[in-house]
């Protein structure tokens, strides 16, 4: 294997789009010039392909957090295969006491601007 240089990546990155037939390695979408990027393991530096840039991103966060999730290869295997379908299908009817809608947002944001400058609760000094 040869350790390619900074000035060869747009070379290499255009060899693999190339051979990719203009696809990306991870989700096999056709990529537009300018968002592809060359992939790479970051344990051992071997380039793998050229995907887009998000697709690099999403794979990125999962490749970082596997270990501190305790996901092993096999069973990331079994989740990517039921993500897409358990993000948009997979619901109770209940709403988890962290979410806030627009409106309680709004509220927050009001409430904390009210306390700003004079401290919380204290009246203004009287003249």
């Not at 060869?8 to 010039?33: F, K, M, S, T, W």
């Not at 999403?58 to 993500?83: P, Q």
């Not at 709004?106 to 904390?112: C, S, T, V």
């Amino acid at each position: 294997m040869e350790k390619i240089k900074y000035k060869d990546i747009p070379a290499v990155r255009n060899y693999l789009i190339e051979q990719q037939d203009h696809r990306c390695g991870l989700c096999d979408d056709v990529i537009e010039p300018g968002k592809a990027v060359l992939d790479h393991d970051h344990r051992s530096g071997i380039i793998r392909r050229v995907l887009h840039r998000g697709c690099n991103s999403m794979l990125g966060k999962i490749e970082n957090n596997m270990a501190r999730s305790e996901i092993d290869l096999f069973r990331l295997m079994k989740i990517s295969s039921t993500v897409a379908d358990y993000i948009s299908n997979t619901a109770t009817n209940w709403i988890h006491p962290t979410f806030k809608t627009k409106e309680e947002r709004a509220m927050m944001i009001k409430k904390k601007a009210m306390g700003r400058g004079r401290g919380k609760g204290k009246k203004p000094p009287k003249r």
